[in-house]
């Protein structure tokens, strides 16, 4: 069975620090992606990262794909309270990239 | 530019009732998909579906459930005879036709409690 791992699963910081969190699973992804969900809300995608090594940067936010393409880390620099929210990531196998492997998500919560 | 659009939001049904969902894709959207998230968990596939096709219907119970999507108005995601079991917030995907890897775009999704 495939599983992604996501860690933490909570995790509350002040404004202005640093964060990463994790997704690992023991299975090779073509590619993997991350989710932002707010409560109430559906999961909006924010990355996409297909090649081993890959590292994207969105803003203060930054990707990285493992070598072996089985884990990610998303690093957010200077958290902000509008960075809170659910954070998901979902692998995808083969060429289909909605048969996805979702984490259960890291609740992120940045207080002012 | 309207984007996925799901109702309704909230459902509440008594078990043995039915529960239909509906989605509208987003405008030139000709694939739907359908997930499910358990709270504390993250969503789970269960049907994709082109305009009067299902595609892959590998993520979703043999019994009770059914879906589909008609040459005109929205994807319906049904469920007969519901019991507490299937309480989730249930959301639906789309994409263009075309790209196979094109981004999925969300709805907000609709939370069915069954009391």
């Known amino acids: 069975t495939q599983l992604l791992e996501q860690s933490p699963q909570f995790l509350s910081i002040q404004e202005g620090e640093n964060l990463t969190v994790y997704c690992n699973s023991s299975s090779v992804f073509s590619s993997l992606q991350w989710y932002r969900q707010e409560p109430g809300e559906g999961p909006v995608l924010l990355v996409t990262?297909?090649?081993g090594g890959e590292v994207k940067k969105l803003k203060r936010l930054t990707f990285q794909f493992g070598d072996a393409r089985k884990d990610s880390s998303l690093h957010i620099t200077a958290a902000q309270p509008g960075d809170t929210g659910l954070y998901l990531c979902a692998g995808a196998w083969g060429d289909s990239n909605y048969q996805l492997i979702w984490g259960a998500g890291t609740k992120l919560i940045i207080k002012p | 530019n309207a984007g996925v659009m799901q109702n309704p939001r909230h459902l509440v049904r008594r078990r043995g009732q039915e529960a239909r969902l509906r989605c509208s894709p987003m405008?030139?959207?000709?694939?739907v998909y359908w997930y499910r998230q358990l709270p504390e968990e993250g969503l789970k596939f269960m049907v994709y579906l082109q305009k009067e096709n299902i595609i892959d219907e590998s993520g979703m119970p043999k019994e009770r459930f059914s879906a589909e999507f008609p040459k005109e108005g929205p994807s319906i995601l049904r469920i007969q005879q519901v019991v507490r079991g299937d309480s989730a917030a249930y959301f639906c995907?789309?994409?263009?036709?075309?790209?196979?890897?094109?981004?999925?775009?969300f709805g907000n999704g609709t939370r069915l409690t069954v009391t």
């Open positions: 990262v297909v090649t």
């Open positions: 995907a789309s994409r263009e036709w075309g790209f196979a890897n094109s981004p999925l775009h």
């Open positions: 405008k030139g959207h000709s694939h």
